[in-house]
């Protein structure tokens, strides 16, 4: 198999949630992808695993593992999607002390409460739309990623980082149930080593998961 890691093969027997982003072979980001990938698979520690290649463009290295993390977090939610409905999930919220509005300044002018599968819903679909345009997710080696891009990245990162919080909080139980639990705390870990190794979220977004981050992120 292409990806052996464990979570990466669970995943892939499971549902997509959304159409996975991949990178065009022959691209330099295909290759830091696969560069990427060949870490983890190899075993090595996942902090390590994070840290720039020697000679290589933190802007390229943040573009491929922002798709990649969106791909991942994608099938993640798509393992217990069914069990986040409108009746179960009011708000979009992890646990009693932190609830999450939704703004995007289109529909949604002024952050508006929604239940969690819409919310997240709409943070997909937004997400995708960021990676798609190539004004800000360049294609090509030759055209020039925005000023605005690592900006752009923490916002996606620190969104996409609410939905750990949602399913670790509220679906821990059903990813007990599935056999996912060590596949999602790896995936969770690579997560949380990338943001922090970069500053890519502030702390306090990451305070909901502090108690469990310090007992697998040691």
Same mark, same amino acid.
């Given at each position: 198999? %292409? ?15 959304? +159409? =996975?982003?991949?990178? %065009? ?14 870490? /983890? ?14 000679? $290589?463009?933190?802007?390229? !290295? /943040? ?5 990649? #993390? ?18 179960? &999930? ?11 509005? !939704?703004?995007?300044?289109? =529909?949604?002018?002024? +952050? ?10 709409? /943070?997909?679909? !937004? ?6 345009? %190539?004004?800000?997710? +360049? ?24 939905? #750990? ?21 790896? &995936?969770? =870990? ?6 922090? $190794?970069?500053?890519?979220? $502030?702390?306090? %977004?990451?305070?909901?998961? =502090? ?5 697998? &992120?040691?």
């Amino acid at each position: 198999m %292409e990806m052996a890691s464990p979570f990466i093969a669970f995943f892939e027997k499971g549902r997509t949630f959304r +159409p =996975k982003k991949k990178f %065009e072979p022959g691209t330099l980001k295909y290759s830091l992808h696969k560069q990427a990938q060949a870490s /983890l698979n190899s075993g090595i520690d996942l902090k390590n695993a994070v840290v720039l290649p020697h000679g $290589e463009d933190i802007t390229d !290295w /943040l573009a491929v593992h922002v798709v990649d #993390f969106f791909n991942r977090i994608n099938l993640l939610y798509g393992t217990v999607c069914d069990s986040c409905t409108e009746q179960t &999930c009011p708000t979009m919220s992890g646990g009693p002390k932190y609830e999450y509005h !939704w703004a995007d300044g289109n =529909k949604y002018k002024k +952050p508006t409460a929604l239940p969690a599968n819409q919310y997240i819903a709409l /943070l997909m679909d !937004w997400v995708e739309s960021q990676i798609n345009n %190539e004004d800000i997710f +360049p294609i090509r080696a030759d055209v020039p990623f925005p000023k605005n891009f690592q900006p752009t990245c923490k916002k996606i990162l620190t969104r996409l980082f609410r939905v #750990f919080v949602h399913v670790y909080i509220h679906h821990f139980d059903r990813l007990v149930t599935i056999g996912a639990e060590a596949h999602i705390n790896t &995936c969770y =870990k690579h997560f949380y080593y990338f943001v922090t $190794e970069f500053n890519l979220i $502030e702390r306090r %977004e990451l305070e909901p998961l =502090k108690e469990m981050t310090e007992k697998i &992120c040691r």
